[in-house]
Structure formats: structure tokens, C-alpha cells
């Protein structure tokens, strides 16, 4: 049976936080899949700050999908915990999804394209996704399916914090010329305002007063 969670989903998240999050959705689809297709067929007229990237990416190429397949997954799945009243079996497998994408995480970590700068930020944020997660399950566990569920967000929140790097870092691209920052300076800085915005916006929506009563 389905544990039934009563209230109005599409009422209790603003327009804002749903808009951020579709927009997220369809980035991270769009750059694994770009990386997937890069990986299988890699291109051979990209600009070359592009390939080098790929290339770096080419170099562990296994640990790279163990990583963004499971991620892929994960990111399919999370809007039926989103935009469902009940928690479902599709729900259910964010919790092994997210548990291979934070061990892939760690081990991707060691090839940070933008060095220490880039693996702290990961470090931190996927400790942080990771430790939300288990809480998450901790409270379904217990039956208590409302911190669950304020947990989950919270994960799925920083997991996405991936997707809003990608616009920050084409700023950096595009604005290389005049900074002459190179992909292994600016990534780095990139994650940290990336996953920081996603971070930062979930948890003081979560935490505003008109959000208690149904969280």
C-alpha cells in the first residue's frame, strides 16, 4: 500500500521553485546526455577548451557513467516526488540512486578539472546531499513522512545544484577573453556558486514562516 501524504502539492510549491526546478531538470538531461554522446562519439571540430574537457572525461571513462547514469536516473525519477500524493516505487529508488551517485562522486573528485578549488565544493555539497539523504530515509524508516519528505527536498536541491553550474560556467566561457581564465581556474568557483545558489534557495524557502505548517 501507498503511505498517502495529504496536501496540495501544486499549491505548496511557488511558481518560482517549480520553474527553477524544470529548468534544472532539463539541463542535467542535457549535459549527460552530451556527455554520453561525447564519450560514445567523440567529436573532433570542438573549440579547444571543449576538448580538452572531453577529453579529461574520456580519460576515466567508466567511473564518469557509473556516475552520471545513476545521476540521469535520479533526476528522471525526482519529479514523482515532487508532484505525487503518495510515495510510490519510483520514489523509492532515489535512495540507492542517490547513494552510487555520492560514492561515484568522491571517486570523480580525484580528476576535478578545476583542482582543489572544484574538489572542496564537491567535497562539501556531496557530503551534504549525501547526509540529507540518509536522513531522509531515516524518517521514512520512523513513519515520518513529512521530514522525510523535507529532507528529500533538500537533496534533491543540492543533487540539481549541477545543472545551475552549467550557465555559470557559460558565463565564464564566454567572458574568457577578457578574464583569460581557462576551464581549470574558473570550474571550481563555478561549482561553488552553483551548488551554493541551489542550496541557499531551497533551504530559505524551507525555512520561511508560511512553509511550517504543511512541512
Request: net charge positive.
Amino acid at each position: 500500500m501507498h503511505d498517502v501524504i495529504r496536501h496540495p502539492y501544486q499549491q505548496a510549491f511557488p511558481r518560482w521553485l517549480r520553474v527553477g526546478f524544470w529548468i534544472c531538470i532539463v539541463i542535467a538531461i542535457a549535459v549527460v546526455l552530451r556527455r554520453v554522446f561525447a564519450l560514445a562519439y567523440p567529436p573532433h571540430s570542438a573549440p579547444a577548451q571543449l576538448a580538452a574537457l572531453d577529453a579529461a572525461f574520456a580519460s576515466h571513462a567508466i567511473l564518469t557513467l557509473a556516475h552520471i547514469l545513476p545521476a540521469l536516473a535520479f533526476v528522471v525519477i525526482s519529479p514523482f516526488f515532487f508532484f505525487r500524493n503518495s510515495t510510490s516505487w519510483p520514489e523509492r529508488l532515489l535512495f540507492p540512486l542517490g547513494a552510487v551517485v555520492g560514492l561515484t562522486a568522491y571517486a570523480m573528485s580525484f580528476y576535478s578539472v578545476g583542482g582543489w578549488i572544484e574538489r572542496s565544493a564537491v567535497l562539501f555539497f556531496n557530503s551534504l546531499f549525501l547526509f540529507s539523504l540518509f536522513r531522509s530515509y531515516w524518517h521514512m524508516r520512523h513513519g515520518e513522512l513529512l521530514l522525510k519528505r523535507r529532507w528529500m527536498i533538500r537533496a534533491i536541491a543540492i543533487l540539481l545544484g549541477i545543472a545551475t553550474t552549467r550557465p555559470v560556467m557559460g558565463v565564464f566561457f564566454a567572458t574568457s577573453h577578457l578574464t583569460h581564465l581557462a576551464p581549470n581556474q574558473f570550474f571550481g568557483i563555478a561549482f561553488w556558486i552553483g551548488f551554493s545558489i541551489n542550496t541557499l534557495a531551497i533551504e530559505l524557502w524551507l525555512r520561511s514562516r508560511d512553509r511550517q505548517v504543511w512541512l
